[in-house]
């Protein structure tokens, strides 16, 4: 800037003394001087200015729209689940973000990246129109990850979030007592009768299994289904799922208060004879059932049935409550006793016959060797044959005087009696061989768990030649 003469005006080269116009004296001018105060604050009012723009800039990028649809981009393809957990937030209050719904948008997204790609496409869409100052489009979308305003930060910067919006699976079956499963927990019991129908939710976007599982300690079937939840037009999707288990009829004449056994396993199920519906039971596959019954000397096991889903209805038919080894250890008791019997008649002597025998047996044989010493003094018999008609027996019952249970089976015995004889129906074969029809009534001790012989009558009927025979002498 040029000096001018303070008293004419004229310019002045700065190395003069006097104006060489009017010869005034020129005095210089001091240098001014800026304070160290005001310096200070200059220097923090620039400080300030910049500070600002930095965080201006900073903050406009860090609150930018897409650097947050990046963030989420990035996170997704390094599979930080941290990050995921920070940048989503639920749609409601009811859904929670979590490291294992997280898991399953992850693996829907590995599984699916055409899916994964429209989700970002759909979230830079929505940001640019933000950027344009227009709001998205709000078609009702469920099952996905949209992009909202919300509000601003530190004044200057409008805020965004990543919202997941949930669905739910609206689960149809007509199974009872079935156990349902999404991702292998357990979210409800079917109702025990009727169609069940529920709403369960609400879930994460992605790739979910129902499964509907039905066992107990004896059988077991499961049915399961994959279900994608993405880009939903309604808020829950409709599925039926059916394991096929269902109830069926037996009609039982076998033994009341007998047990049912599904594939060998005892159940808890007491069957009656007649009719009695029984289940659930899966009848996807075959299924052996049978019926058991304990007696107090053995069970007893019906045949085997098989049901399915062809087959609603079985019928258990009755069979012999003394099986073939029972009847066999019951016909040696007899020959034992009636043997036994024999000796004592011979000897006079009651003491011998203890074993498998009632008092009444006692009473028995102490009469018939009364009878002897009078009638018959020289009596001797050899008990030889005893031949059984074991098909007309009758399946033992229960006696409540007796308190035990009872039957009674017909014996033709065969003795060899050469001084006189205790009766006859037939004679035998040879000399002093007689046949003498015998129904011999037994109970069973539970206390002691033994057949034994409670009495017998003297009894005329045929025997045939299929009926077995013991010999006996």
Not at 128 to 134: A, I, K, T, V, W
Not at 343 to 363: C, F, G, K, P, Y
Not at 402 to 424: C, H, K, Q, S, W
Request: charged share 30%; glycine share 4%.
């Amino acid at each position: 800037m040029k000096l001018k003469c303070i008293s004419c005006g004229h310019d002045l080269a700065t190395d003069i003394q006097y104006c060489p116009e009017c010869g005034n004296k020129i005095e210089k001018q001091p240098k001014r001087k800026f304070s160290k105060k005001l310096i200070t604050l200059m220097s923090l009012g620039l400080l300030l200015v910049v500070s600002f723009i930095v965080f201006y800039l900073v903050g406009n990028s860090q609150h930018n729209p897409i650097h947050k649809i990046n963030s989420f981009e990035e996170a997704v393809l390094t599979e930080n689940h941290e990050e995921l957990t920070n940048l989503l937030i639920a749609y409601e209050d009811s859904f929670t973000i979590t490291e294992d719904n997280i898991a399953t948008l992850l693996r829907f997204f590995q599984e699916n990246p055409d899916s994964f790609e429209t989700i970002i496409n759909k979230l830079k869409e929505e940001a640019e129109s933000y950027q344009n100052g227009d709001v998205p489009s709000t078609s009702e979308t469920y099952a996905t990850i949209t992009l909202e305003k919300n509000g601003s930060r530190w004044l200057f910067f409008d805020d965004y979030k990543l919202v997941v919006i949930p669905a739910f699976i609206e689960v149809f079956t007509t199974d009872n007592s079935v156990d349902l499963f999404v991702d292998e927990e357990k979210i409800d019991t079917t109702v025990e009768e009727g169609v069940h129908e529920k709403k369960y939710g609400p879930f994460m976007p992605g790739t979910h299994v129902l499964k509907a599982i039905f066992d107990n300690s004896y059988a077991s079937t499961e049915e399961e289904i994959e279900i994608n939840l993405f880009n939903m037009d309604s808020n829950s999707t409709r599925q039926e799922i059916e394991v096929n288990v269902g109830n069926f009829n037996i009609v039982s004449t076998f033994e009341d208060e007998a047990t049912l056994f599904v594939n060998d396993q005892e159940t808890d199920i007491i069957i009656n004879k007649g009719s009695q519906v029984v289940g659930p039971f899966p009848l996807s596959e075959n299924i052996e059932i049978h019926l058991q019954k304990e007696m107090p000397w053995e069970t007893i096991i019906s045949q085997s049935e098989i049901i399915n889903n062809d087959v609603q209805e079985i019928r258990i038919s009755k069979v012999p409550t003394i099986s073939d080894s029972e009847e066999e250890k019951i016909i040696q008791i007899i020959n034992d006793v009636f043997l036994t019997y024999t000796e004592a008649l011979n000897a006079r002597d009651v003491s011998l016959l203890q074993d498998h025998i009632t008092e009444n047996m006692i009473q028995t044989l102490e009469e018939q060797i009364e009878y002897i010493e009078e009638e018959i003094p020289e009596y001797e018999g050899t008990l030889r044959k005893a031949q059984y008609r074991v098909d007309w027996y009758q399946d033992p019952e229960y006696d409540e005087e007796a308190e035990a249970y009872v039957f009674d089976i017909d014996v033709m015995f065969t003795y060899y009696e050469p001084n006189g004889n205790l009766g006859r129906l037939f004679k035998g074969e040879n000399d002093h061989e007689y046949e003498r029809g015998v129904k011999v009534f037994l109970l069973y001790d539970e206390q002691e768990a033994e057949w034994k012989i409670d009495q017998f009558d003297n009894r005329h009927f045929f025997v045939f030649e299929e009926d077995p025979v013991y010999e006996l002498d």
